[in-house]
Structures are given as C-alpha cells and as structure tokens.
C-alpha cells in the first residue's frame, strides 16, 4: 500500500521559475487537498478537492492553481515562484471528510530563491 | 469562518511532567475533531472524537471532547523526550482546517 506518495520530495526553484507538485494517492478517496507548512507554523490550507473534477480554494490560494483530472491525482502548480513561496508542501486525502482519519504524504520542501 | 484554536502555541517541560494542551473551536456542523502529532515530517494521527465525554486513550497519551465547551484537551502523562513535536488538532468539515498547532518541548 502506497498511501500518499508526492513528488518531487525536494526542489530549488529560482523566481519566476513555474513547476508542478504531484500527489497521487491509490486508496479511492474523494477528498484531496494542499497545504503549506512554514517554519514554526501550523498548517494552512492551499485548495482542496471533494472529487474529481472539482477544486475549490483554501485560506492561501493566491499564486497557486490545482488540478484534479484523475480521483488518485491532484496536482499543485506554481506558474511564476516567488520567495515568498519557500516552504513545506503537504498533500492529504480521505474518503469522507469527518468521518474518516486524513492520510498525508511525506511532504515537499521547496526552496525559492 | 471556521475556526481552530489552540493553547498554548508553545510549552517546555521537564521529562516525566503532566502535560495539557488545548483545542478550541467554532465551527458549524461539528462532526468530529483531529489530533495529530508532527515531528520533523508529516503529521501522524493520534485521535478521532465524536462523542462528547467518552475519553480515548494510548498509552500516556488521552484525548477528550466538551461539546458544550466546543473544546477538547489532549493529556499527556510521564513526558519522554521522543513526545517533544507539535501537536495539531483540525475539525473536518468539506475544508480540514488545522489550529496553528503547540509546539512542545521536553527537556531530559
């Protein structure tokens, strides 16, 4: 069993630079969602997914934009980095929010400079 | 907007103390409420509470929920250092909001 598997695990990207996370997960869960985790910080919600098909934004949206073509997949693009986007990036899913335990990928450092 | 709060933001205790951390939260349509413990990667759960009252237990850790109070404490008893990490507590809804989390640090 996989679970949650995000690539890359580490990237440093210079400004203005775009890239795509990936988050892939291979146990049938409708939820999906992207946060971001800075230094000391709890974790805050980028955009999430309530199934295929659908995103929707979270408290930090801005600068970021999320696919989610395929239920396993839910990609997360940066289209120009910026510094300010340098930190840990965590993908989540379940099979129904509340009702179920979240299941989170091993996390992405990302390093804008 | 909802809301998870949690206290204190950070706590240092010596090996073997009591601890208590705090979960408050505002939200509509309350069905469960989340701990997770987070060392250096990705969060691990610790508890699911639905049921006002009915405490969980694991080990030296405890969890229980005050619907009335909109609240949950997480206990943790005889402290070791590998229970240094932060702790988050989040309330699923459609978003999973997270509380900005305590950080606790066990000195030997």
């Known amino acids: 069993n996989a679970g949650v598997t995000q690539t890359p695990k580490f990237r440093v990207l210079k400004t203005g630079q775009s890239m795509t996370l990936l988050c892939a997960q291979d146990m049938n869960h409708e939820y999906m969602y992207w946060y971001r985790q800075d230094p000391g910080m709890g974790l805050r919600l980028i955009h999430y997914?309530?199934?295929?098909?659908?995103?929707a934004k979270g408290e930090v949206p801005d600068g970021y934009n999320v696919s989610r073509l395929k239920k396993q997949n839910f990609l997360l693009g940066l289209e120009s980095a910026a510094p300010s986007q340098t930190s840990v990036y965590f993908c989540a899913s379940t099979r129904d929010n509340g009702n179920y335990g979240y299941t989170f990928g091993s996390g992405t450092r990302l390093t804008v400079v | 907007e909802d809301k998870v709060v949690q206290s204190p933001l950070s706590l240092v205790v010596h090996e073997g103390d009591t601890v208590t951390l705090n979960c408050s939260y505002e939200?509509?349509?309350?069905?469960?409420l989340l701990w997770y413990k987070q060392e250096k990667k990705a969060p691990t759960f610790l508890f699911m509470l639905?049921?006002?009252?009915i405490e969980k237990k694991s080990g030296r850790l405890s969890s229980i929920l005050d619907k009335k109070e909109l609240s949950s404490i997480l206990n943790i008893t005889a402290t070791q250092t590998g229970d240094s990490a932060i702790y988050l507590c989040a309330v699923p809804r459609e978003k999973l909001t997270f509380g900005t989390g305590t950080r606790l640090t066990i000195i030997p």
């Open positions: 939200v509509t349509n309350f069905r469960s």
């Open positions: 997914s309530v199934g295929e098909g659908t995103t």
């Open positions: 639905t049921s006002s009252g």
